[in-house]
C-alpha cells in the first residue's frame, strides 16, 4: 500500500467495512472476535453515519498519493484487526445459505450467456484442465503490486500466477456452483425499496456518462481481485475517487492477499462515500469482483460470467443491510455495462445474468446501467484521422 500503516493513529474505535467482507461474514467473524453481533451493528451503523455526514472541503488530493480521512483510517484498523484475528480463509460469499445464492434462473442465465460466448469451448476446457491437473498457467513469482498507484508495468500481469491457489480458486468455483444448485432463493419478507411496485425491478438502459449520477448513488464496476484499477473505467474511477482506491486496494493486498489469500471471485465489496475534496460527490463504489486477474491472465468469459451474479447477489445483500441498519441511503445501483471493455464479454450475456438475478430478488433499488453514446475515442485513430485530413487539405492547397 502506498499509505503508512505505522502513521496510523491505532487508538481510533473501529469501525466496518460496508462491506469489505462476505454476506454474513461480519456478524460471524465478530461473534469469533468475541465481540456481539448487536456491536459489530453498532460500529457499522456508526461508521457509515459518519461516512455521509462527512466534511467536505480539503483540497482535491492528487491522485497519485491517496491519502487517508479518519474515518477511513478507522475503516482500514477495524479490518486490519479483523484479519489478524481471523481463524483462517475468509469465508466465500457462498458459504452463506442465507444471504448469497445463485438462484436457478440465474444458472439457466449463466449456462445460456457461457453457451452463447465465443469462449465456450475454450473456458470449458480451460476450466476443466485446470481442475484436473490443479495447476496453471505460467507463473514464477508474484510481485506484489509493484506500483502501489495501480500503474501498469510490463510483464506485470503475467508474473503474479500462482498454481495452488488457482487449484484452490477452481476447487471453490466447483463447489459453489455445486452448492448452488441445491439451494432455492429465500425472499426477504421486509421490502425496503420495492421497485417491483414501480414496475422497475429489471436492467434499464440508459445513454450518459456513468458518474454524472447524483448523491447517494451506488457506482458499480467491476473488478480483478489483484488491487489494480490500471485501465478503462477502473482507471478513471482510480482518479475520482483516490480514497475509494486505497480501500479497494487494502481490500486486495492487505486484508487479503493474491497469492496467499485472494479476494474470492464472486464477491463484492462495497465502499461507502470517502472523498473529501470539494465538490466530491456522495457516491459509494461496489466492486464486483468477477475475474481475478486483468489483461491476457483475465478469467475465461464462462467464468466471469458465473462470478458475476454471485457478486451482484452479494451487493444486493450489502445494500439490504445497510438500509436494514441505517435507513435506505442508497437510492440507485448505477452501472456501466460491466465486464463488456477489457474483460470481453459480451454486453448482452451479461445483462441477462443481471436480469435473472433482479427477477428472483425484487427487493432493491432502481438499476440502471449507462452506456456512452460513442465508444470513448481511441487516441491511434484519432491521430491517424487528423494526419488523413491534414494529407487532403494540403493535397488541396497544392492543387489551387
Ligand atoms: N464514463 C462512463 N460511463 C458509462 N460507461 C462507461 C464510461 N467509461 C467507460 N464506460 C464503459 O464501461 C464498460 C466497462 O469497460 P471496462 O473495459 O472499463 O471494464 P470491464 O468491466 O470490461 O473490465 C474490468 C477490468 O478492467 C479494469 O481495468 P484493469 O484491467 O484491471 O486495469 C478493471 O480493473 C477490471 O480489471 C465499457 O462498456 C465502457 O465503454
Not at 472523498?275 to 466492486?287: K, L, M, P
Request: charged residues 25%.
Amino acid at each position: 500500500m502506498s499509505h503508512n500503516h505505522a502513521q496510523i493513529p491505532q487508538k481510533r474505535e473501529r469501525h466496518t467495512a460496508i462491506d469489505a467482507e462476505q454476506p454474513g461474514a461480519s456478524a460471524q467473524k465478530a461473534a469469533k472476535l468475541g465481540e456481539n453481533t448487536d456491536a459489530a451493528t453498532a460500529i457499522h451503523s456508526q461508521h457509515t453515519k459518519q461516512t455521509l455526514d462527512m466534511p467536505k472541503g480539503r483540497a482535491r488530493p492528487d491522485s497519485a498519493t491517496p491519502y487517508l480521512t479518519p474515518s477511513m483510517e478507522s475503516l482500514l484498523n477495524w479490518q486490519k484487526s479483523y484479519d489478524a484475528n481471523r481463524p483462517g480463509r475468509s469465508p466465500s460469499p457462498w458459504e452463506d445459505p442465507s444471504e448469497c445464492k445463485t438462484t436457478t434462473s440465474e444458472r439457466t442465465a449463466t449456462s445460456k450467456a457461457g453457451a452463447n460466448s465465443k469462449g465456450k469451448t475454450k473456458a470449458t476446457d480451460d476450466g476443466q484442465r485446470d481442475h484436473q491437473n490443479g495447476v496453471h498457467h505460467d507463473a514464477q513469482h508474484y510481485d506484489q503490486h509493484g506500483d502501489q498507484n495501480g500503474e501498469r508495468h510490463d510483464g506485470h500481469h503475467d508474473g503474479q500466477h500462482n498454481g495452488q491457489h488457482n487449484s484452490q480458486h477452481n476447487e471453490q468455483h466447483d463447489n459453489r456452483t455445486e452448492n448452488a444448485t441445491q439451494t432455492e432463493p429465500q425472499q426477504d419478507v421486509r421490502s425496503i425499496w420495492s421497485t417491483s411496485s414501480e414496475g422497475s425491478s429489471g436492467v434499464q438502459e440508459r445513454i450518459g456518462d456513468l458518474f454524472d449520477a447524483p448523491d447517494d448513488v451506488v457506482l458499480v464496476h467491476a473488478c480483478n481481485t489483484q488491487g489494480s484499477w490500471g485501465a478503462g473505467i477502473a482507471k478513471e474511477f482510480r482518479k475520482r475517487y483516490p480514497m475509494a482506491f486505497s480501500l479497494y486496494q487494502e481490500h486486495c493486498l492487505a486484508n487479503h492477499h493474491p497469492k496467499s489469500d485472494p479476494v474470492p471471485t464472486g464477491s463484492c465489496l462495497l465502499i461507502p462515500p470517502s472523498e473529501e475534496y470539494s465538490g466530491a460527490r456522495r457516491h459509494w463504489i461496489a466492486c464486483l469482483f468477477t475475474s481475478e486477474k486483468y489483461g491476457g491472465k483475465k478469467d475465461s468469459q464462462a467464468r466471469i460470467l458465473a462470478s458475476t451474479p454471485l457478486a451482484f447477489r452479494h451487493l444486493l445483500a450489502l445494500l439490504k443491510r445497510q438500509a436494514r441498519e441505517i435507513g435506505p441511503a442508497i437510492q440507485e445501483i448505477r452501472m456501466c455495462q460491466i465486464n463488456s471493455g477489457l474483460f470481453a464479454v459480451k454486453w448482452q450475456s451479461t445483462k441477462n445474468i443481471l436480469q435473472a438475478v433482479l427477477e428472483s430478488d425484487v427487493d432493491h433499488p432502481p438499476v440502471r446501467v449507462y452506456s456512452l453514446a460513442t465508444a470513448p475515442s481511441n487516441p491511434n485513430t484519432v491521430q491517424k484521422q487528423l494526419q488523413k485530413g491534414q494529407a487532403t487539405l494540403e493535397a488541396f492547397i497544392r492543387r489551387h
